[in-house]
């Protein structure tokens, strides 16, 4: 069936480090690809998104591309900041049908 | 002016009792759902609805039912609670094929 798998947490990080979560998928279809964020105490909040292969999603200084050959979405940001602190979700939908299907989530902390 | 907004934020309740939450969106979707997410944060999708039609019953039990009156809301009903019925759940929104749910805030349910 469809799957999600991202890295394990906690990445833990200090101030304006580069930060990679590697997500990778298996589907059936042509899946869009999302990341959501969780701030603590919060809802989840879509990060960004790419719909086709070679997409690039961006949105707050974050990126990922939907690699097709690799299966990946990997989500990346150059600097990260005390503010980045928060748990992460790679996703995944079928087209037509947007149920979205999850990873295990992420959890960022970032130092001072 | 909240796109998706669900009630109440906490619930904390007794074994045996029924209880339900309540979801509104104000976003002229035509989809909904419920997601649970549980202690350690994974995300999975309970039921969809389709301009108050269901469309995914992602084997979850009896005891929870949903309800949509109309498209704009969906309602979730829990009959006997248990203790593993305690999580945090999630209503989203989305236009099917738009990319991407609006989420809630979420409902702490904890059963004691």
């Known amino acids: 069936g469809d799957s999600v798998t991202q890295m394990e947490g906690p990445v833990t990080l200090s101030e304006e480090a580069f930060l990679t979560i590697n997500c990778t998928y298996t589907?059936?279809?042509?899946?869009?690809l999302f990341w959501y964020v969780q701030y603590p105490g919060e809802g989840l909040q879509l990060l960004l998104k790419a719909t086709k292969a070679d997409d690039k999603g961006s949105n707050k200084g974050f990126e990922a591309t939907y690699r097709k050959e690799t299966t990946s979405f990997h989500l990346e940001k150059g600097s990260v900041q005390v503010s980045d602190s928060a748990v992460y979700f790679c996703?995944?939908?079928?087209?037509?049908?947007?149920?979205?299907?999850f990873g295990t989530g992420t959890r960022l902390q970032v130092f001072p | 002016d909240t796109a998706v907004s669900q009630t109440p934020k906490y619930l904390v309740t007794q074994m045996g009792n029924d209880k339900s939450i309540k979801c509104e969106q104000n976003?002229?979707?035509?989809?909904m759902y419920w997601y649970k997410q549980d202690s350690k944060k994974f995300l999975k999708i309970m039921f969809s609805?389709?301009?108050?039609?269901?469309?995914i019953n992602e084997t979850v039990p009896n005891r929870f039912s949903p309800k949509s009156p109309d498209k704009a809301h969906l309602n979730l009903h829990i009959n006997s609670l248990e203790l593993g019925d305690s999580a945090v759940y999630f209503c989203?929104?989305?236009?099917?094929?738009?990319?991407?749910?609006?989420f809630g805030s979420g409902t702490r349910l904890t059963v004691v």
């Open positions: 609805y389709n301009n108050k039609e269901l469309i």
């Open positions: 589907a059936t279809g042509y899946p869009s």
């Open positions: 996703a995944l939908s079928i087209y037509n049908t947007d149920k979205l299907i």
């Open positions: 976003l002229g979707h035509d989809t």
């Open positions: 989203a929104s989305s236009t099917p094929g738009a990319g991407g749910s609006t």
